[in-house]
């Protein structure tokens, strides 16, 4: 039986602030080398089109697809996959779905306008995307759940075309992710993936359209390849390894907290568990609770290698310095598993998903609660947000003047513009006036 090793962290130790700097340290996600081979995937696939995403998908998901039009999944095989599925996987994925169609129509952004005191009309026209295409991962794992919580928030914005790549590593193409592709209206599918997916969305090629946004999350190198393309076409953000953190007061069963922390443990080995708690008790309990369940969880030396790499117990003062302390991680996910979460939620400023009390457990939002599980990473939620149906909407300025606005509008116009040097803009506003 391997041990399980986590490292434990006290806030009034001495050294404290070194070793969470240290615990919250991340190498680069694309290093380097993973930079430099994605440029390149990414040169070949717009200089030689379907060729190169063949040599690529072949290459790199052994396969030995002849013609770029084999990568299609076409409506009737998707279809016939979701026909396939047992009743009550259906069933989940369809609760799924319109919970997460439910919460996503409240997310819509609506156009809107108004008049000044001269009569000029001042407002914002909302206007879906036309295409967008969404990355599914399929290399460590199947994420059927990915699939719609990309998916149907297109499908709400409104998007025209939704094209989705996800790789089949040695030809495998998993029932789940097909069906949810059906159930989630997901128009065009592509058994593509890595940097070369992302490098045909971008720039298109004779078989996969290009597309206007690309969202999802993926390995180094698909991030590598959004990073290179962002500008040709808009992306969501870059997506790093999963993180949690729990705050917990030390009243909720140790064993519950143990899976809760297990639950992106096991993603893969570079993704981040950690538990605060001013209970120091608890925090051996739950550790207790850790080295037991562990017993028996099919990805356990993933989950392993997690922990032992970037988990982590923090011992603090209080709850107060509970939340200071996940404020500073700005987790992907943060459990407040408290006896009054609500008390606490004010002083959360960075959270991707915060998770309520101790009968919400994070697994709840990867799969069906009804907001999105595409969330920052990596520190990202100092700045970013979920994936929502905003992602896939565009907002376009109105500006509609009458004559007494124009007149109003000219001088203070030609002034400022007199300021910058500009003089086609000052005559082109005085003209109006």
């Known amino acids: 039986m391997a041990e399980l090793t986590l490292r434990r962290l006290d806030s009034r130790a001495a050294g404290f602030e070194a070793a969470l700097g240290a615990l919250l340290e991340r190498t680069p996600d ?35 697809v002849r013609a770029a039009a084999e990568l299609e999944i076409g409506p009737a095989q998707r279809r016939a996959a979701w026909d ?6 259906r069933q989940a994925l369809e609760t799924a779905a319109a919970r997460i169609r439910t919460y996503a129509a409240r997310q819509q952004l609506q156009g809107w306008e108004f008049t000044d005191a001269q009569g000029n009309v001042l407002g914002q026209r909302v206007t879906p995307l036309e295409r967008a295409g969404i990355y599914v991962p399929g290399g ?31 030809g495998e193409l998993n029932p789940v992710v097909l069906g949810a592709a059906h159930l989630g209206g997901v128009h065009r599918v592509f058994t593509v993936g ?23 999350p993926g390995n180094a190198y698909v991030a590598a390849a959004k990073r290179l393309v962002f500008g040709r076409v808009g992306i969501d953000a870059i997506a790093g390894p999963s993180e949690i953190v729990v705050v917990c007061d030390g009243a909720t069963d140790p064993g519950w907290i143990a899976m809760d922390l297990f639950s992106q443990a096991e993603h893969d080995e570079e993704a981040q568990s950690i538990l605060i708690s001013p209970d120091r008790a ?45 404020n500073r991680i700005a987790p992907e996910h943060l459990e407040l598993s408290v006896a ?31 907001p999105n599980h595409v969330l920052p990473t990596s520190r990202a939620a100092r700045f970013s947000s979920p994936l929502g149906v905003y992602e896939f909407q565009k907002r376009t300025s109105l500006i509609e003047c009458s004559p007494q ?6 001088p203070v116009a030609g002034r400022l513009a007199d300021a910058e040097g500009l003089q086609a803009h000052a005559a082109s506003a005085r003209d109006r006036g």
Not at 84 to 89: F, G, I, R, V
Not at 153 to 169: F, K, S, T
Not at 405 to 410: E, F, I, K, P, Q
Request: net charge neutral; with cysteine.
């Open 30 to 64: 694309t290093d380097a080398r993973v930079v430099q081979a994605a440029a390149g995937i990414v040169e070949a696939v717009r200089t030689r089109g379907d060729a190169a995403l063949l040599e690529f998908t072949n290459r790199f998901d052994r396969r030995a």
């Open 84 to 89: 396939s599925l047992p009743a009550d996987l």
């Open 140 to 170: 460590k794992a199947a994420y059927p759940s990915s699939v719609l919580m990309n998916a149907i928030p297109a499908q709400v914005a409104g998007v025209g075309e939704i094209v989705m790549a996800v790789p089949a590593p040695d």
């Open 194 to 216: 890595g940097a070369q997916a992302v490098a045909a969305l971008a720039y298109g090629t004779a078989t996969v359209p290009a597309v206007d946004k690309i969202v999802g």
């Open 282 to 326: 608890f925090l051996d309990g739950v550790a207790a609770a850790m080295a037991r369940r562990i017993e028996g969880l099919p990805r356990a030396a993933i989950v392993r290698a997690s922990l032992a790499g970037r988990g982590a117990l923090i011992a603090v003062a209080d709850l107060g310095e509970a939340i200071a302390i996940a």
């Open 340 to 370: 009054q979460p609500r008390q606490w939620l004010p002083q959360v400023r960075h959270a991707g998903a915060v998770f309520l009390g101790r009968h919400t457990p994070e697994a709840f939002g990867d799969y069906c609660a009804g």
């Open 405 to 410: 606005g124009a007149a109003s509008l000219a």
